[in-house]
Structures are given as structure tokens and as C-alpha cells.
């Protein structure tokens, strides 16, 4: 830019004349200056007779030429730094004002811009005065340097500082005026990290940091003062160091602001907790929430809820066995972020709870129970439960000797009997069951109902007595003793003799004491007696009786005397007798029979020749009679008596004579009593009673009755199964099951029991009448169908029993809606996946069966993009999909079953449907034609602006990479950040302006997509005209004759311009004075000519 500077010079071109002027009279009034005030201006630190310069005439003009004119300084130069002079061109006496050449004061505007100097004018002849005021405005020269304060700078900042954020600020201030002051900020040498402002100062980050590659920049910051530069193509001004420390970012983790555990039992299979995760800043997308520890059997996963932003819930995957997780779980959370860098959060704790354990209880305390002790092993007892109601819970029987008797099924809680129970052995058991682990207790209290299920029992086996012959009727012989263990007048016993009848006694009813009933005779009646005693209890429905042997024995009393059956016996022996021969047996006998008799001889044997064996009879010869002398008697008369032990037979003899001779020899004669056949018929009729044996139709044994000869048969119609809805409800009747027995009494007694396949304890069967009922509530998902062993027992001794299987199908009812995996779908796709493609196919899953479970699906949010087939639950692309306009989609879906009967279920799930980004969009300029205006003495090195560019694409494909196309050597574009700046210095007078051009492109696989942008360069001319042109000299003077032609050159001025170029190329002008119609001037050369001077008057130009 050119701005026109002027140099002012005074031309006076006389014309010779002959005439006078006219005398007149002088006036004071014209004595005074042009004006009252002046104002000039001066160069700080001008050279000595430097001259102010003013745009207006300084001085007066001369009424007379004669006036002689003085001007001086009368005030307002007290440093005496001014000197007036005079200078008369014609009729005009010039005031100029310059510096003393002999004071050395500079001026210093600085210290002072301006003085107001008072100027007298006086007219030494004619002592006139004028006065006038000049102000003298200082102006400044660019002599001071731009300073920085602080003259140094440093700053600590984060690696992670972003493109353009300012980092400090530095200062600088130069004391001169106006464009003197004027400076620019730059580097001293090239950065390609950190960026100054050219005239603000202000730092800002230019390039990406890392303080693994450098942590320390010192940088040297340059104050550039623009009029110096201008002028003297140096603008060097003051340096200030700049240190930057680049330290480590504190890493932008991630950070799990917020966990908000759910009660497990409250969250109806949804979340367990809710998870907020803050990116602190960092700018990055939370991608996941992973579970890192605490959950080994992976029962967990977090789900991202799109609909709120960076929030998680926590849900099971699979069914969760709280019973191994008593203390529920200790898990850990960690989130993680998309893109690069990845960033991580703390690992964060927390305490999940275990599900519904801390309000686990049985549904009774005490549980209280009536059993019928004739109840046979399986049958029910009792089914205890926990609420609220949870799975894989086991139930544990504690160990005792009350539950001996007693099974508990550990999954179902359904406690059955094993054997029969004895209300004798014991009437109350007290149970305690607690669960497995041990987190609630209960106690089952069972009172066992007594039966008449106990016959009398003797106390003994048989019972034997003995009695005495001839003791008087009703005499107490032997008492039997029975008791029965049942209660009350199922255990009250009476006696009675059940036979044989014929017997001679008679028993106490209540006593069970037997007496004789009439006399009694050893010899005379039977010796043994042997009948049945009956004990019958009074019991019902019917009395229980047993029988008992009782024998009693007829003792005999020793009341005869033994008498011999044969008396007064002889007996001829050879003397040669051999000793030790039989000669005789006596023989006596005795009724009683009580014991052996004894014989002994009473006399007749002094010489000792006989023997008499004492319980034979049998004699013989002791010693022999060969020795004997012939004087010796030849006859011997034995006298032989027997005893009973108390009575003695009357004596018999025996008389012996031993003779030589052998036909003397006589055998044994003796004379017979008739003692044996009157002990024979006593003996026969004797055995004759004993032998008696009582006829079936005086007695038949008990035992006969008791003999349980059937077992109990279930009728024909027995079902083979039965079909039963599962919403029955409870103790509803199912089935009568009947069978009969033909025994009569207990044998012909049945019950019923369930002996088998009622573990679940769905079912009872009334004990005695054999009515099927429900007895739990029944689920066709958990059993579809029982087989009961359904026993019927009778009560007969030994038992019998007999069963049959029972199928007991569970019909289903639509009771279960369709359930989706937890926490819904997720699907992740490319957005370029084309139309008509299925991208899922949804399950679900209906524990209900046929029509129950067959689900519709349905589409519940509006869109365009996706269809949902509604049998077969295919997820199909329906519409173009782009992640740029819409990142995920969240649909809701439903999932409705179709039952023939009852109300369809339902449940809605999310599918998220993310879509994975593609590079299909090319970078695109914020500004696809920029235009900067940059004036043309900016430093090299100065960043000129950053281009902005973006790519909606993600990772490397959506980061972008910027090429200059043509630089032109002046411009440099940092690939990186797209940082613009100057290379090399402008020149407005050479280029006005640069057109340029770039690529951006991202770094997309396999092909990277780039934009071609513009960026247009206005160059801003700046004011280099520093200097005005001066002319040679104050006043150029010259004569010229009146009667020159026109175009007669007069003078030749001459000016010089110390600026360079165009700026210091001179044009001349006639601005003002007399006489401007008459003369002209060469604008280039300055050479001046007049136009005719015929038509002027002599004199004087100016």
C-alpha cells in the first residue's frame, strides 16, 4: 500500500516591474500573525537546526516592505531547546522554529511530547507586536525495542492437552507510539509442537505431545518490531525463553461412578444391579463393563442400557444355585472403552447379596401332626416348606433316636414313614428338620393315634402247674397273666377257659386266677390236664384275643403201701449152684408210682449165701454151697419185705432148699396175691383219661380264626391313570381305589398307602377309606406325569399286601409366559449389510407345552429398517442402515404364546441392534473453501489458522491426515494436525494472493477415501511508507520575464524520499500560493513552466 506523503516547499517567482507601489498610510491593524495558534511537529531525538514543520503558513505578512520583522520565544522553552528564525519571501515574513546547534538536550517524547512556546513578533521602527502560539507536538521515532516482562516463561502441562489449548501467555510492551509500538511474537526457531500468536502472545498446542518422546521443550520467543522490520528488514527485537515441562496425563480411566444392587427376589429376573460408568473426561465411549472376578461358574454379565447413556445392568445368564452362595457374591467390575487409546477403569468391588436367605423360613414354626400308628412304612406324614419358596434347597432330618422311624426327602421336604409305628413303644416324636445350609429350623411334633393293633400277650409262652391229689374244689391252682400294649380299652384284657370244656377248673375273668372245680384224684383221673386260656381285649372295630397253653400236672401223693404179687414161694437149687445165678426175682407193686421200690432181705440170710439186688428183686447165689459140710442145714427161709421210700410191703417168703441130688432140683412156686391184676385195671383206666383228646366240635383253637389265609386284591375297575389339570386345586379328590379282602377281623382290616413315587409329596391317599387327593400344588413343568405304587395292606398277623402302579398324568395349563435370555439381544452388524438380510433369529423359551408354548412374535417399535418374521422370530434388514445417522437402534420386541384355553402370556424384551462402522465416508473440511487474510509481514514460523476436518467414521478410518498440494515454498501443513503456517515471509507488492490446495484423507482399510479442499491466501498490504519526501531546500527561487511564452520552463525543484520502491517515488503538485493559474509542474520531474504571462502584471509569486 501506497500512502502519499508530502514535502511542502515555498516557490517565489519575482516579475520585473518599473512601476512604484503606491504610498499609503500604515495601519497597526495589519501587524498580527496568520493565526493565533500553530501547531507543528517535530522527530524525537532530531539532529540540532532540525526545523519544526507545519502544515499551516507560519508568520505575517508585510503591510511595508520596509518592516523588518523579529521573532523570538518570550515563554515555554525553559530547556532553551527552540530558536525562532525569519524568512521573508516577498511580502510574507516566514517563522521558523529549529533546534539550537548548541544545545545537546534531545528531544524525548517519551519524556515529554509536546511544548507550547509563546512567539512574539515585533516591527523594530514602528514598535508594533503581535503574539502567537505554537505547540510543538514531539512525534516519535521508533527508537525503543519491544521488552518482555517477565523476561522468561515457564509452564508444566499434560501430555493430553488438546489441539489449540492455550498454555500460557507472554508479554511484551515497546513504549513508542502509535506503529512505532506495533510488534509481532514468534519463535526464534521453528516448533512444530507449540504455536504463538502473532500479536496476542498467547501459546497454544500445536502439535501432539508425548512425554515418552520428549518432556521438555525451551523455546526462545522473539518480540518483532514491525516498523523496524519495514524500515530496516530487521525487526529483531527482544528474546524471552519459554520452557515447557510436558508431564504424564494423568490417565483418563474410566471410573464406575455408581452400583445399586437390586434384592435379587425383587428384581423379577431382570437386573441385579445397576451400573453408571463417568468417563472423566476422557472423551471416550464406554464399550463394556466386564465382570473380572468373583463370579468363577460365569453366572453374570453386564448389559449396556443404550437408552441411558453409559449405564450397565448386571444380569444372570444362567440359573444361579444360591445354596453354594450362602454369602451371595464378592464381584468385580471393570469398564473398558472403544477406539484407541483404550482406556480402563479402577476395578470396582461389590457385595451382591444371596438371594432371599436372609428372610428364609419355614412356613410353620411347629408343625403338628397326627399319625394312626396303624399306618404302614411310606405313608405320609408331613411335607414341610420354606418360604419364600427357592430352588436347589435341601432339607436335612436331624439325626436322632425319635427320627429313626422317619425319612425326609431332601428336595421335596415330604417326610414318610418307614416301618410301622408302636403307640407303645412310643405315643409323641419330635422331629427337627432345618435346611440345608442351615438357615431355618423347624420342629414337627407327631402324635401317634393308638389302634387296636396289639393282642393280648401272655407273659409267658405256656404255662405248666402242679396240684395235689385229693385237695378240695376251688382251691387256686396257677394264675396266667396277659397285658396289651394299646390304650385304654384297646388294651383292657379278660380271661376265659376257650377249652376243652370237660376240664375241672375253672379262671377268674379279671384275674386270670385257675381253680379246681372239683375234687381231685391221682389214681382216679387224668394225671395231666392241658387246655387253652383265652385273653380277649375290649378294642375295636374289633377285640384282638390270643390263647395260651396251660398244663397242669396231678401230683400224686404216696398213700399205698406196695404189696408183692406173689407170697409163701420154695425152691429146690443143685448144691453145685454156680454163684451169681439167678435163683428167684421178687416182685412187688405199689399204686402210687411215685417212686422205685427198694427190696431188702428182713432174715433168713445170716450165713450169707444169698444176694438180693435192691431194685431188681432179683436173688441169686452169693456164695457157693460146695465148702459147705455135710453137717450144715440144707434149707434156708428168706424173709424179703419192699419199701416205697415210706411204706413197707408185708414181708414175703422165700424158702430155699439145696439138695445134692439133681432130680431133686424143684423151680420157684409161689401162691399169687392178685395185686397186679387189680394195679392193671387201675392203670388202664388211668391211661384210658390221659389218652382223651377233645373233639373238634368241644374246641377248635383260636389260631384256626387268626390264620390270615388271603391277601387284599384292588378291584377290577382299578384306573389304570388318571388325568389331572395342574392348577387343581389342593385336596382335591382324584380317585377312590377300593380292595377288598375276605379274611375276617384285622386280617381282613385294609389301609392304603402311596409307597412309591410321591417323593414330590403331590399326592395322599386317605388311610383306611383309600380316597386319592391332591396335596401340593402340581407343575407340569417341573413333573408331567407320577407313577404312584399305591399298597394296600390288611391288618392280619403275619401282614399281607398287595399294590398296584397308579400313572398319574399332568395335564398342562398355560401358566408360563415365554421368557428371553436375560438382558435381551445384542447384535452388532456392519452398516453396510444389505437389505433382505437376516441378521438374527429369536428364541424363547415357554416351559408350557404344545399350543401353551408356541410363541408369536411381535415388532413392538416402529421402524423401517427391520422386520420380524412372527413365526419363526427372523430378524431382518429391511431398510439402508448407516451408523452415522443413527449409531444402535433399540427395539422392542414381544414374544406372546397361543393356548387353545386361558389368557395368552407375554413378556417384551430389548434388542439392540449396534452397528459396526464401515469406511464409507470420505473426511469432508469443516470449510471446504477457506479464505484467510494474512497481512504480508507476519514472521515465518507463525501459524496462520488450523484447518478442521472430520470424518463420521470410527478408528482409523475416521482419523484424518492433511497434504499440501502447493505449498509455493512460502506455505507448511502439518499432516497432523492440520496446522497452516507461514514458511516464508509475504510480499503484498509481489503476490496479493495464494490459491491452495490440499488433500484430506483418512486412514481407512483397505482404501482410504480423501476430499480435495481450498484454502485461499489474501495478502493484506501493509503501510511501508515511513518517511515523507523532502525537498532540497525551504524556497526555490527564480525570475522569469513577463513576456515569456507558455510552457517557458522556470525552475527545476527537487525532493527525496527515503522510503524504498514504489513508496519512494516522488509526484510533484502546486498546492497553494498566488499566481496558480499562471505556472505549471511536471509531476515526475518537477520541472515548473509558465501558461502566458502576457496576460499578468508584473511582480512577485509565491
Request: charged residues 20%; contains cysteine; hydrophobic residues 35%.
Given at each position: 500500500?501506497?500512502?502519499?506523503?508530502?514535502?511542502?516547499?515555498?516557490?517565489?517567482?519575482?516579475?520585473?516591474?518599473?512601476?512604484?507601489p503606491?504610498?499609503?498610510?500604515?495601519?497597526?491593524?495589519?501587524?498580527h500573525?496568520?493565526?493565533?495558534?500553530?501547531?507543528?511537529?517535530?522527530?524525537?531525538?532530531?539532529?540540532?537546526?532540525?526545523?519544526v514543520?507545519?502544515?499551516?503558513?507560519?508568520?505575517?505578512?508585510?503591510?511595508?516592505?520596509?518592516?523588518?520583522?523579529?521573532?523570538?520565544?518570550?515563554?515555554g522553552?525553559?530547556?532553551?531547546?527552540?530558536?525562532?528564525?525569519?524568512?521573508?519571501?516577498?511580502?510574507?515574513?516566514?517563522?521558523?522554529?529549529?533546534?539550537?546547534?548548541?544545545?545537546?538536550?534531545?528531544?524525548?517524547?517519551e519524556?515529554?511530547?509536546?511544548?507550547?512556546?509563546?512567539?512574539?513578533?515585533?516591527?523594530?521602527?514602528?514598535?508594533?507586536?503581535?503574539?502567537?502560539?505554537?505547540?510543538?507536538?514531539?512525534?516519535?521515532?521508533?527508537?525503543?525495542?519491544?521488552?518482555?516482562?517477565?523476561?522468561?516463561?515457564?509452564?508444566?502441562?499434560?501430555?493430553?492437552?488438546?489441539?489449540?489449548?492455550?498454555?500460557?501467555?507472554?508479554?511484551?510492551?515497546?513504549?513508542?507510539?502509535?506503529?512505532?509500538?506495533?510488534?509481532?511474537?514468534?519463535?526464534?526457531?521453528?516448533?512444530?509442537?507449540?504455536?504463538?500468536?502473532?500479536?496476542?502472545?498467547?501459546?497454544?498446542?500445536?502439535?501432539?505431545?508425548?512425554?515418552?518422546w520428549?518432556?521438555?521443550?525451551?523455546?526462545?520467543?522473539?518480540?518483532v518490531?514491525?516498523?523496524r522490520?519495514?524500515?530496516?528488514?530487521?525487526?529483531?527485537?527482544?528474546?524471552?525463553?519459554?520452557?515447557?515441562?510436558?508431564?504424564?496425563?494423568?490417565?483418563?480411566?474410566?471410573?464406575?461412578?455408581?452400583?445399586?444392587?437390586?434384592p435379587?427376589?425383587?428384581?423379577?429376573?431382570?437386573?441385579?444391579?445397576?451400573?453408571?460408568?463417568?468417563?472423566?473426561?476422557?472423551?471416550?465411549?464406554?464399550d463394556?463393563?466386564?465382570?473380572?472376578?468373583?463370579?468363577?461358574?460365569?453366572?453374570?454379565?453386564?448389559?449396556?442400557?443404550?437408552?441411558?447413556?453409559?449405564?450397565?445392568?448386571?444380569?444372570?445368564?444362567?440359573?444361579v444355585?444360591?445354596?453354594?452362595?450362602?454369602?451371595?457374591?464378592?464381584?468385580?467390575?471393570?469398564?473398558?472403552?472403544?477406539?484407541?487409546?483404550?482406556?480402563?477403569?479402577?476395578?470396582?468391588?461389590f457385595?451382591?447379596?444371596?438371594?432371599?436367605?436372609?428372610?428364609?423360613k419355614?412356613?410353620?414354626?411347629?408343625?403338628r401332626?397326627?399319625?394312626?400308628?396303624?399306618?404302614?412304612?411310606?405313608?405320609?406324614?408331613?411335607?414341610?416348606?420354606v418360604?419364600?419358596?427357592?430352588?436347589?434347597?435341601?432339607?436335612?432330618?436331624?439325626?436322632?433316636?425319635?427320627?429313626?422311624?422317619?425319612?425326609?426327602?431332601?428336595?421335596?421336604?415330604?417326610?414318610?414313614?418307614?416301618?410301622?409305628l408302636?403307640?407303645?413303644?412310643?405315643?409323641?416324636?419330635?422331629?427337627?428338620?432345618?435346611?440345608?445350609?442351615?438357615?431355618?429350623?423347624?420342629?414337627?411334633?407327631?402324635?401317634?393315634?393308638?389302634?387296636?393293633?396289639?393282642?393280648?400277650?401272655?407273659?409267658?409262652?405256656?404255662?405248666?402247674?402242679?396240684?395235689?391229689?385229693?385237695?378240695?374244689?376251688?382251691?387256686?391252682?396257677?394264675?396266667?397273666?396277659?397285658?396289651?400294649?394299646?390304650?385304654g380299652?384297646?388294651?383292657?384284657v379278660?380271661?376265659?377257659?376257650?377249652?376243652?370244656?370237660?376240664v375241672?377248673?375253672?379262671?377268674?375273668?379279671?384275674?386270670?386266677?385257675?381253680?379246681t372245680?372239683?375234687?381231685?384224684?391221682?389214681?382216679?383221673?387224668?394225671?395231666?390236664?392241658?387246655?387253652?386260656?383265652?385273653?380277649?381285649?375290649?378294642?375295636?372295630?374289633?377285640?384282638?384275643?390270643?390263647?395260651?397253653?396251660?398244663?397242669?400236672?396231678?401230683?400224686?401223693?404216696?398213700?399205698?403201701?406196695p404189696?408183692?404179687?406173689?407170697?409163701?414161694?420154695?425152691?429146690?437149687?443143685?448144691?453145685?449152684?454156680?454163684?451169681?445165678?439167678?435163683?428167684?426175682?421178687?416182685?412187688?407193686?405199689?399204686?402210687?408210682?411215685?417212686?422205685?421200690?427198694?427190696?431188702?432181705?428182713?432174715?433168713?440170710?445170716?450165713?450169707?449165701?444169698?444176694?438180693?439186688?435192691?431194685?431188681?428183686?432179683?436173688?441169686?447165689?452169693?456164695?457157693?454151697?460146695?465148702?459147705?459140710?455135710?453137717?450144715?442145714?440144707?434149707?434156708?427161709?428168706?424173709?424179703?419185705?419192699?419199701?416205697?421210700?415210706?411204706?413197707?410191703?408185708?414181708?414175703?417168703?422165700?424158702?430155699?432148699?439145696?439138695?445134692?441130688?439133681?432130680?431133686?432140683?424143684?423151680?420157684?412156686?409161689c401162691?399169687?396175691?392178685?395185686?397186679?391184676?387189680h394195679f392193671?385195671?387201675?392203670i388202664l383206666?388211668?391211661?384210658?383219661?390221659?389218652?382223651?383228646?377233645p373233639?373238634?366240635?368241644?374246641?377248635?383253637?383260636?389260631?384256626?380264626?387268626?390264620?390270615n389265609?388271603?391277601?387284599?386284591?384292588?378291584?377290577?375297575?382299578?384306573?389304570?391313570?388318571?388325568?389331572?389339570?395342574?392348577?387343581?386345586?389342593?385336596?382335591?379328590?382324584?380317585?377312590?381305589?377300593?380292595?377288598?379282602?375276605?379274611?375276617?377281623?384285622f386280617?381282613?382290616?385294609?389301609?392304603y398307602?402311596?409307597?412309591?413315587?410321591?417323593?414330590?409329596?403331590?399326592?395322599d391317599?386317605?388311610?383306611?377309606?383309600?380316597?386319592?387327593?391332591?396335596?401340593?400344588?402340581?407343575?407340569?413343568?417341573?413333573t408331567s406325569?407320577?407313577?404312584?405304587?399305591?399298597?394296600?395292606?390288611?391288618?392280619?398277623?403275619?401282614?399281607?399286601?398287595?399294590?398296584?402302579?397308579?400313572?398319574?398324568?399332568?395335564?398342562?395349563?398355560?401358566?408360563?409366559?415365554?421368557?428371553?435370555p436375560?438382558?435381551?439381544?445384542?447384535?452388532?452388524?456392519?452398516?453396510?449389510?444389505?437389505?433382505?438380510?437376516?441378521?438374527?433369529?429369536?428364541?424363547?423359551?415357554?416351559?408350557?407345552?404344545?399350543?401353551?408354548?408356541r410363541?408369536?412374535?411381535?415388532?413392538?417399535?416402529?421402524?423401517?429398517?427391520?422386520?420380524?418374521?412372527?413365526?419363526?422370530?427372523?430378524?431382518v434388514?429391511?431398510?439402508?442402515?448407516?451408523?452415522?445417522?443413527?449409531?444402535?437402534?433399540?427395539?422392542?420386541?414381544?414374544a406372546?404364546?397361543?393356548?387353545?384355553?386361558?389368557?395368552?402370556?407375554?413378556?417384551?424384551?430389548?434388542?439392540?441392534?449396534?452397528?459396526?462402522?464401515?469406511?464409507?465416508?470420505?473426511?469432508?473440511?469443516?470449510?471446504?473453501?477457506?479464505?484467510?487474510?494474512?497481512?504480508?509481514?507476519?514472521?515465518?514460523?507463525?501459524?496462520?489458522?488450523?484447518?478442521?476436518?472430520?470424518?463420521?467414521?470410527l478408528?482409523?478410518?475416521?482419523?484424518?491426515?492433511?497434504?499440501?498440494l502447493?505449498?509455493?515454498?512460502?506455505?507448511?501443513?502439518?499432516?497432523?494436525?492440520?496446522?497452516?503456517s507461514?514458511?516464508?515471509?509475504?510480499?503484498?507488492?509481489?503476490?496479493?494472493?495464494?490459491?491452495?490446495?490440499?488433500?484430506?484423507?483418512?486412514?481407512?482399510?483397505p482404501l482410504?477415501?480423501?476430499?480435495?479442499?481450498?484454502?485461499?491466501?489474501?495478502?493484506?498490504?501493509?503501510?511501508?511508507?515511513?518517511?515523507?519526501?523532502?525537498?532540497?531546500?525551504f524556497?526555490?527561487?527564480?525570475?522569469?520575464?513577463?513576456?515569456?511564452?507558455?510552457?517557458?520552463?522556470?525552475m527545476?525543484?527537487?525532493?527525496?524520499?527515503?522510503d524504498?520502491?514504489?513508496?519512494?517515488?516522488?509526484?510533484?503538485?502546486?498546492?497553494?500560493?498566488?499566481?496558480?493559474?499562471?505556472?505549471?509542474?511536471?509531476?515526475?520531474?518537477?520541472?515548473?513552466?509558465?501558461?502566458?504571462?502576457?496576460?499578468?502584471?508584473a511582480?512577485?509569486w509565491?
Amino acid at each position: 500500500m501506497i500512502n502519499a506523503l508530502l514535502g511542502l516547499a515555498v516557490l517565489v517567482l519575482p516579475c520585473v516591474t518599473c512601476e512604484k507601489p503606491p504610498e499609503g498610510i500604515v495601519s497597526s491593524s495589519a501587524w498580527h500573525f496568520t493565526h493565533s495558534l500553530y501547531n507543528v511537529t517535530i522527530y524525537e531525538n532530531s539532529a540540532p537546526k532540525t526545523y519544526v514543520e507545519s502544515s499551516e503558513k507560519m508568520g505575517m505578512y508585510l503591510a511595508e516592505p520596509q518592516w523588518a520583522v523579529r521573532y523570538r520565544i518570550i515563554s515555554g522553552d525553559v530547556a532553551n531547546v527552540f530558536k525562532t528564525e525569519e524568512y521573508v519571501v516577498g511580502n510574507f515574513c516566514f517563522l521558523r522554529i529549529r533546534t539550537k546547534s548548541s544545545n545537546t538536550a534531545l528531544l524525548n517524547r517519551e519524556v515529554r511530547d509536546s511544548y507550547t512556546l509563546i512567539i512574539q513578533a515585533t516591527e523594530k521602527t514602528l514598535e508594533f507586536e503581535a503574539l502567537t502560539r505554537v505547540v510543538v507536538h514531539i512525534l516519535d521515532q521508533n527508537d525503543l525495542r519491544p521488552l518482555f516482562s517477565p523476561p522468561s516463561y515457564r509452564v508444566t502441562i499434560s501430555e493430553d492437552m488438546p489441539l489449540k489449548s492455550p498454555i500460557c501467555k507472554v508479554t511484551a510492551t515497546d513504549a513508542d507510539l502509535g506503529q512505532n509500538a506495533e510488534f509481532y511474537y514468534a519463535f526464534n526457531s521453528r516448533s512444530d509442537a507449540f504455536a504463538i500468536h502473532p500479536t496476542s502472545g498467547v501459546v497454544t498446542v500445536a502439535g501432539k505431545l508425548n512425554v515418552t518422546w520428549r518432556g521438555k521443550y525451551e523455546l526462545q520467543v522473539l518480540a518483532v518490531d514491525r516498523m523496524r522490520k519495514i524500515s530496516e528488514g530487521n525487526g529483531f527485537g527482544n528474546l524471552a525463553s519459554l520452557v515447557v515441562h510436558v508431564e504424564p496425563a494423568p490417565r483418563k480411566s474410566l471410573a464406575i461412578a455408581s452400583v445399586v444392587v437390586t434384592p435379587p427376589d425383587d428384581n423379577e429376573g431382570t437386573a441385579y444391579a445397576t451400573i453408571v460408568v463417568d468417563a472423566n473426561g476422557s472423551g471416550a465411549e464406554v464399550d463394556s463393563l466386564e465382570v473380572v472376578g468373583g463370579d468363577p461358574g460365569k453366572h453374570f454379565k453386564a448389559v449396556k442400557s443404550y437408552a441411558h447413556g453409559n449405564e450397565f445392568s448386571l444380569v444372570s445368564v444362567k440359573d444361579v444355585n444360591w445354596m453354594e452362595h450362602l454369602h451371595g457374591f464378592n464381584l468385580s467390575l471393570q469398564a473398558r472403552s472403544g477406539g484407541r487409546p483404550t482406556f480402563y477403569s479402577q476395578i470396582r468391588g461389590f457385595h451382591l447379596p444371596p438371594s432371599k436367605l436372609a428372610f428364609l423360613k419355614f412356613q410353620k414354626a411347629i408343625y403338628r401332626v397326627k399319625l394312626s400308628e396303624s399306618s404302614p412304612p411310606g405313608s405320609r406324614v408331613v411335607l414341610v416348606k420354606v418360604t419364600p419358596a427357592f430352588p436347589n434347597l435341601q432339607y436335612i432330618l436331624k439325626p436322632s433316636s425319635e427320627s429313626t422311624g422317619f425319612k425326609l426327602n431332601a428336595r421335596t421336604g415330604l417326610i414318610t414313614t418307614t416301618k410301622l409305628l408302636d403307640f407303645h413303644d412310643r405315643a409323641h416324636y419330635q422331629l427337627h428338620v432345618r435346611t440345608s445350609p442351615g438357615l431355618a429350623a423347624a420342629t414337627v411334633v407327631i402324635d401317634i393315634v393308638d389302634c387296636n393293633n396289639h393282642a393280648p400277650i401272655f407273659n409267658r409262652s405256656s404255662y405248666d402247674g402242679t396240684l395235689e391229689e385229693n385237695i378240695p374244689p376251688g382251691t387256686s391252682v396257677l394264675t396266667v397273666t396277659a397285658t396289651d400294649w394299646d390304650h385304654g380299652e384297646n388294651g383292657y384284657v379278660t380271661y376265659s377257659i376257650a377249652g376243652p370244656k370237660a376240664v375241672p377248673f375253672s379262671i377268674d375273668p379279671y384275674l386270670g386266677i385257675i381253680s379246681t372245680s372239683k375234687p381231685m384224684d391221682y389214681e382216679l383221673m387224668k394225671r395231666i390236664y392241658t387246655f387253652w386260656v383265652r385273653a380277649s381285649d375290649w378294642g375295636s372295630p374289633f377285640r384282638r384275643e390270643k390263647e395260651v397253653s396251660v398244663s397242669l400236672s396231678l401230683k400224686n401223693l404216696n398213700d399205698n403201701q406196695p404189696m408183692f404179687e406173689e407170697v409163701n414161694c420154695t425152691v429146690s437149687i443143685r448144691h453145685d449152684w454156680p454163684v451169681g445165678k439167678l435163683i428167684m426175682t421178687v416182685s412187688a407193686i405199689d399204686v402210687d408210682e411215685l417212686q422205685n421200690l427198694k427190696y431188702e432181705m428182713v432174715s433168713g440170710n445170716e450165713a450169707d449165701y444169698f444176694s438180693l439186688d435192691d431194685f431188681s428183686g432179683v436173688i441169686s447165689l452169693k456164695r457157693s454151697f460146695m465148702n459147705l459140710s455135710t453137717d450144715h442145714p440144707t434149707g434156708y427161709s428168706l424173709k424179703i419185705t419192699a419199701s416205697d421210700g415210706k411204706n413197707y410191703a408185708s414181708p414175703t417168703t422165700l424158702n430155699v432148699t439145696v439138695v445134692k441130688d439133681p432130680r431133686l432140683e424143684v423151680p420157684v412156686r409161689c401162691d399169687k396175691t392178685g395185686v397186679l391184676t387189680h394195679f392193671t385195671k387201675t392203670i388202664l383206666h388211668s391211661v384210658g383219661l390221659q389218652d382223651q383228646e377233645p373233639s373238634d366240635e368241644e374246641f377248635t383253637s383260636l389260631s384256626t380264626y387268626q390264620i390270615n389265609r388271603h391277601t387284599p386284591q384292588f378291584e377290577d375297575h382299578f384306573p389304570q391313570s388318571i388325568d389331572v389339570l395342574e392348577r387343581v386345586p389342593i385336596n382335591m379328590p382324584l380317585a377312590r381305589l377300593v380292595a377288598t379282602d375276605p379274611d375276617a377281623g384285622f386280617n381282613g382290616k385294609l389301609v392304603y398307602v402311596i409307597a412309591d413315587g410321591n417323593e414330590e409329596g403331590c399326592f395322599d391317599i386317605e388311610l383306611e377309606t383309600g380316597l386319592l387327593t391332591v396335596a401340593a400344588p402340581l407343575d407340569y413343568e417341573t413333573t408331567s406325569y407320577y407313577l404312584l405304587n399305591v399298597t394296600v395292606y390288611d391288618l392280619g398277623t403275619p401282614q399281607k399286601a398287595s399294590w398296584k402302579v397308579l400313572t398319574v398324568n399332568v395335564q398342562d395349563w398355560n401358566d408360563n409366559a415365554p421368557t428371553f435370555p436375560p438382558g435381551g439381544y445384542q447384535l452388532t452388524i456392519s452398516e453396510d449389510t444389505e437389505v433382505g438380510t437376516t441378521i438374527a433369529q429369536l428364541k424363547t423359551k415357554d416351559a408350557d407345552s404344545e399350543d401353551n408354548s408356541r410363541v408369536r412374535y411381535t415388532l413392538l417399535s416402529p421402524t423401517e429398517k427391520f422386520s420380524l418374521h412372527p413365526l419363526t422370530g427372523e430378524l431382518v434388514v429391511t431398510g439402508y442402515l448407516d451408523r452415522e445417522g443413527e449409531p444402535w437402534y433399540i427395539l422392542k420386541v414381544e414374544a406372546r404364546d397361543q393356548p387353545r384355553k386361558g389368557h395368552q402370556l407375554f413378556s417384551v424384551t430389548d434388542l439392540i441392534v449396534t452397528l459396526e462402522d464401515e469406511n464409507d465416508n470420505s473426511p469432508q473440511c469443516i470449510t471446504e473453501h477457506s479464505s484467510l487474510k494474512v497481512p504480508e509481514d507476519l514472521p515465518p514460523g507463525t501459524v496462520l489458522t488450523f484447518l478442521d476436518a472430520s470424518d463420521p467414521d470410527l478408528g482409523p478410518a475416521g482419523e484424518v491426515r492433511y497434504v499440501l498440494l502447493d505449498a509455493h515454498g512460502t506455505f507448511r501443513m502439518d499432516p497432523m494436525t492440520g496446522a497452516l503456517s507461514l514458511e516464508k515471509e509475504l510480499d503484498f507488492e509481489r503476490r496479493a494472493g495464494y490459491n491452495l490446495s490440499l488433500w484430506v484423507s483418512d486412514s481407512g482399510r483397505p482404501l482410504a477415501r480423501r476430499t480435495l479442499c481450498h484454502v485461499e491466501v489474501i495478502v493484506l498490504d501493509v503501510n511501508e511508507n515511513l518517511h515523507p519526501p523532502r525537498f532540497t531546500s525551504f524556497v526555490h527561487q527564480a525570475h522569469v520575464q513577463e513576456n515569456s511564452p507558455s510552457g517557458t520552463q522556470v525552475m527545476l525543484v527537487s525532493a527525496h524520499d527515503d522510503d524504498s520502491g514504489l513508496d519512494g517515488e516522488l509526484q510533484y503538485f502546486l498546492r497553494a500560493g498566488t499566481g496558480l493559474e499562471a505556472f505549471t509542474i511536471n509531476q515526475d520531474t518537477g520541472t515548473g513552466g509558465g501558461v502566458g504571462w502576457e496576460r499578468w502584471n508584473a511582480g512577485d509569486w509565491v
